[in-house]
């Protein structure tokens, strides 16, 4: 019922900035919560920054400072700015949405949907 579309990956040099975006489509739902998550080569898949539908916005420590979680609850998109750009942020970025599915309203239900990623290269 729910596709998440990730778009903004890219090469960017080191100290640079990239803006990410995640545009959730479907029908009948509302956004519970979006989130951001990176897996670098070789490494397991984490957690950069997670935003409730209060508002609420948790970064991982490694991007505290250097990136910015935005929400347009209208168009369902997520914007994560991202500054000061390493080569520790190489990584494929995922967006993920919790969202309560409610098509058929007396058998609504949460449910969690995954795009399926962006790449983002940081270069010396």
């Known amino acids: 019922q729910v596709q998440l579309v990730e778009s903004g990956g890219g090469l960017v040099q080191s100290g640079g900035s990239l803006r990410l975006s995640c545009v959730a489509s479907?029908?009948?739902?509302?956004?519970?919560?979006m989130g951001w998550y990176r897996r670098a080569p070789g490494k397991q898949r984490e957690l950069v920054a997670h935003m409730t539908s209060d508002g609420t916005t948790t970064y991982a420590d490694s991007v505290k400072g250097r990136f910015t979680m935005s929400i347009d609850n209208a168009k369902k998109t997520m914007y994560p700015q991202m500054t000061s750009l390493n080569v520790e942020d190489t990584a494929d970025y995922y967006c993920?949405?919790?969202?309560?599915?409610?098509?058929?309203?007396?058998?609504?239900?949460?449910?969690?949907?995954w795009g399926q990623g962006t790449q983002v290269t940081v270069y010396s």
């Open positions: 479907g029908r009948a739902f509302d956004m519970k919560a």
């Open positions: 993920h949405a919790h969202v309560r599915v409610s098509f058929v309203v007396e058998r609504a239900y949460d449910a969690d949907f």
